[in-house]
């Protein structure tokens, strides 16, 4: 049920009433007068010859509504007010309403959302951070609006890291057991966290080590055993510890595919796009212009000799003249490898900035080849960097990367911290649940372009537009139903201002569902939330629906938070924002 389409074809039927062939528009007010508002009468001035205040009044006095009051007011809105039997009406309609009023879209798209970007062998780092929460409530948004989504968390697994990692833990004597030893020892998630950090400090120093992992990588590449065989145990290690850590961010995944099936596609994919005449040979190496008109236009020189372009958009790099394959050669095997599989409107990929050259450069080799269909949206959503209180990327006090684990292990102490000053219970579980939820809602509520600075105590004040404090408000309504002992509720009507105000957000909160999914980002989502729970705590502090002794009244009051809480869940769910029973 979409009030504001109502509204405007009450108002279509009214113009035609009254002579005029229009559509008007209608949007939400701010002005606090009214509900929604109507500002088409001034346009029509002109085309009709006549005064717009005339015109508006035309048009009002040809409705007939009981659900909506209109008004004109100077010099010609149409001011729109929800009577109170409206709201009545529209209350019951969304608490009944197995959507809570949402419409699903039209058309419903079929998606792939790739927003892992994991890399086997090495730890999850805060850089993964946001495109698992974004990723994860882009996929719910898009699955509540009716489309068929499939995220995959493709995986990094074919790269140096690999060979680094193996080298390493056999010349620290842990692969001796491969390699002809007796005993065979089994590797550890412990190994495989100390070992790569140590082998990649030392490929930067040690030139012949570094060498020898970029054979032992190719051996890998080439399933040569043992190589291969090492690498299967480090892979099956490494995503049991990568799913539990993105399990504890709530995010998951159906394909847990990587790099390495795209491997197998790279020769076809190179293939097609040297058949379609797009390769160029480039000192020994294939490249794939995609620059367009104004694009790479060389200006200058850097000051290291090299040539400076305004509009940078290099060629495609797509395989060496040692005949590997790159990055970027894999995600256009990877668009091939989706192509064959699904047929999907859309393919959206959620990291940060630092891809957008990648991405771009892909896309464009993927539709002057036709690896993407002309009518398949490749789309690439940039997230902004989390930042420390210092503005610059968020990092460790010595200066590195932040483990995930490390950051989910800190939310969980200061929620802990939060839930003991409460004098609630402050297990795992809850601390996890609020922890989370902080840093979610934190992250989300931001426009997902944009850099954020990462507050660890605002985002877990139990106070204001936090996680913690929606959690904590559907806490509240749990208990007061449970306090109510399984009273039902009944029909309900509107007669106060509170409740009228939890109407009004409500279908707030319901339009902002659209302005997410046309804008990719959960903001509106966020801040609309957010509304609809500080209104239900203004109902609820001025209405004692424990004793209150108008049994219908109580009735309507009881089905009324019901219906907060049906809307407020449905939301956080889109958030990936779980309730603990208490805190
Ligand atoms: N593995 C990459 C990284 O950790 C991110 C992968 C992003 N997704 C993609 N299809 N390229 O930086």
């Known amino acids: 049920m979409n009030l504001i389409k109502e509204i405007e074809k009450i108002l279509k039927v009214a113009c035609e009433k009254a002579g005029y062939d229009e559509n008007l528009s209608v949007s939400f007010s701010n002005m606090g007068n009214c509900d929604f508002q109507c500002n088409g009468c001034f346009a029509l001035s002109k085309k009709y010859g006549k005064n717009p205040y005339d015109i508006a009044e035309d048009i009002v006095s040809k409705i007939d509504a009981t659900i909506f ?19 009545g009406r529209l209350a019951n309609f969304l608490l009944a309403d197995e959507m809570g009023g949402l419409e699903k879209n039209e058309v419903s798209q079929k998606v792939l959302l790739d927003y892992g970007g994991a890399n086997v062998a090495k730890a999850l780092h805060i850089g993964h951070l946001r495109p698992a929460i974004i990723g994860e409530s882009l996929k719910r948004l898009y699955r509540l609006l009716g489309d068929e989504v499939i995220s995959d968390v493709h995986l990094g697994d074919w790269g140096l890291q690999m060979g680094l990692t193996e080298l390493q833990l056999f010349e620290e004597g842990k692969l001796d057991g491969y390699f002809g030893g007796k005993e065979k020892y089994d590797i550890t998630i412990e190994d495989l966290n100390e070992a790569y950090p140590a082998a990649n400090k030392r490929k930067a120093t040690d030139e012949e080590f570094k060498k020898k992992a970029e054979e032992w990588t190719l051996k890998i590449q ?28 709530g995010a998951s995944f159906e394909l847990w595919k990587g790099e390495s099936d795209a491997h197998d596609f790279c020769d076809e994919a190179v293939n097609i796009i040297k058949e379609k005449g797009l390769a160029k040979l480039s000192e020994g190496a294939l490249i794939v212009e995609v620059a367009g008109e104004g694009e790479n236009v060389p200006a200058g020189k850097n000051e290291d000799g090299t040539i400076r372009y305004n509009n940078p958009m290099p060629p495609c790099l797509i395989q060496k003249s040692n005949g590997a394959y790159l990055y970027a050669t894999t995600d256009i095997a990877t668009i091939l490898m989706r192509n064959k599989e699904y047929t999907l409107d859309r393919i959206e990929y959620v990291t940060d900035g630092r891809q957008k050259m990648h991405f771009n450069q892909v896309f464009r080799v993927c539709k002057k080849s036709g690896i993407s269909p002309q009518e398949q949206k490749l789309v690439h959503v940039i997230n902004g960097t989390m930042n420390g209180r210092d503005g610059k990327p968020f990092k460790t006090r010595s200066g590195d990367t932040v483990k995930l684990e490390d950051i989910i292990a800190m939310l969980m102490d200061k929620a802990k911290e939060k839930l003991v000053s409460n004098g609630a219970a402050s297990d795992d579980e809850t601390a996890l649940m609020i922890g989370v939820g902080a840093m979610k809602f934190g992250d989300l509520s931001n426009t997902v372009s944009k850099d954020y600075v990462f507050d660890i105590d605002k985002f877990m004040a139990f106070e204001g537009k936090t996680g913690p404090y929606l959690q904590y408000m559907v806490v509240r309504i749990n208990s007061i139903l449970e306090k109510l002992n399984g009273k039902q509720g009944g029909e309900i009507f509107i007669d106060c201002e509170e409740e009228r105000e939890i109407l009004r957000t409500i279908i707030k909160l319901n339009s902002s569902y659209q302005i997410c999914y046309r804008e990719r980002s959960l903001n509106a989502l966020c801040t609309a939330l957010y509304d609809l729970a500080s209104a239900f705590a203004t109902f609820y502090n001025n209405h004692n629906i424990i004793n209150e002794s108008d049994e219908n009244r109580q009735k309507s009051f009881i089905s009324l938070i019901t219906l907060v809480r049906k809307k407020m869940l449905q939301a956080l769910d889109v958030l990936a924002i779980n309730v603990p029973k208490k805190m």
């Open 222 to 249: 080439q399933k040569e055993s043992p190589y291969y065989d090492i690498y299967k145990v480090i892979r099956e290690l490494s995503v049991k510890e990568i799913s539990a850590n993105y399990l504890k961010l």
């Open 69 to 87: 009051k209109f008004e004109v007011s100077r010099p010609a809105f149409i001011n729109i007010k929800v009577s109170d039997e409206g709201f």
